[in-house]
């Protein structure tokens, strides 16, 4: 089971991502693209041309795990402009808005008391 963290760097890419691409042609493209290491245990987001559907990348020291969730209806309605950078970071109550078609920029959580783990 794949679990996000607080204390986990997530980053969504703003630029659509190729859905045909699978494990491979992701972590390629966090290299290449991103310009971030695939195997630092960043979770990475992509959405693709359409806005109906996420892929999620993320190495947890053992493997790579790869989720896609399509929207049953609609699209997403929002994602990080594409202007300013490749990617934008998100928290993971953020993320899990995020998952569910909703407004990332509209939720908000109590701050960390302490920060816990390396801090990137």
């Not at 204390?7 to 991502?17: D, E, Y």
């Not at 493209?29 to 559907?53: I, M, Y």
């Not at 109550?93 to 783990?117: C, K, Y």
Request: aromatic content about 10%.
């Amino acid at each position: 089971m794949l679990a996000i963290t607080p204390q986990m760097k997530i980053l969504v890419a703003t630029q659509p991502a190729d859905f045909r691409r699978g494990i491979d042609g992701l972590t390629r493209l966090c290299k290449d693209t991103l310009g971030e290491d695939p195997f630092a245990g960043t979770v990475f987001c992509f959405r693709n041309r359409r806005k109906t559907a996420i892929k999620v990348l993320v190495y947890d020291g053992q493997g790579f795990w790869l989720c896609h969730k399509r929207f049953s209806e609609g699209r997403l309605h929002w994602w990080p402009d594409a202007r300013d950078a490749a990617t934008q970071r998100l928290a993971a109550h953020q993320l899990s808005v995020l998952f569910s078609a909703g407004n990332p920029e509209r939720t908000g959580a109590a701050p960390d008391w302490r920060p816990v783990g390396p801090q990137a």
